[in-house]
Nanobody, 129 residues
Framework: QLQLVESGGGLVQPGGSLRLSCAAS????????IGWFRQAPGKEREGLLC????????YYGDSVKGRFTISRDNAKNTVYLQMNSLKPEDTGGYYC??????????????????????WGQGTQVTVSS
């Protein structure tokens, strides 16, 4: 069974950091891109960034540029989202997802949800003092 599981969320003060993990089971991430999405309370889910199978990053928009980075550890079959300088507006559910196989390890140019086949259940991040 193909599965993605996020972890690492929690409560953090503004200006703090968190690292989220996205662990895959049932398939290898070696040849798979992974995207991270966020859904803030009362808002639609938005794409944040994606890492391709060659470790190249794609940022979807400017909201997290300079603060969030994405990386992968293929030996652990895990992708990470390092979040620094967190702001209250970063609060929300964070989801990782894998694009459908037609992308052959590349990231979709646009973070459209229908481009992604497999989704994790999400992990909650709350940024508050």
């Amino acid at each position: 069974q193909l599965q993605l599981v996020e972890s690492g969320g929690g409560l953090v003060q503004p200006g703090g950091s968190l690292r989220l993990s996205c662990a895959a089971s049932g398939f290898t991430l070696d040849y798979t891109a992974i995207g991270w999405f966020r859904q803030a309370p009362g808002k639609e889910r938005e794409g944040l960034l994606c890492i391709n199978s060659s470790d190249g990053s794609t940022y979807y928009g400017d909201s997290v540029k300079g603060r969030f980075t994405i990386s992968r550890d293929n030996a652990k079959n895990t992708v990470y989202l390092q979040m620094n300088s967190l702001k209250p507006e970063d609060t929300g559910g964070y989801y990782c997802a894998a694009p459908h196989s037609d992308y052959h390890g590349a990231c979709p140019i646009e973070p459209r949800e229908f481009e992604y086949d497999y989704w994790g259940q999400g992990t909650q991040v709350t940024v508050s003092s």
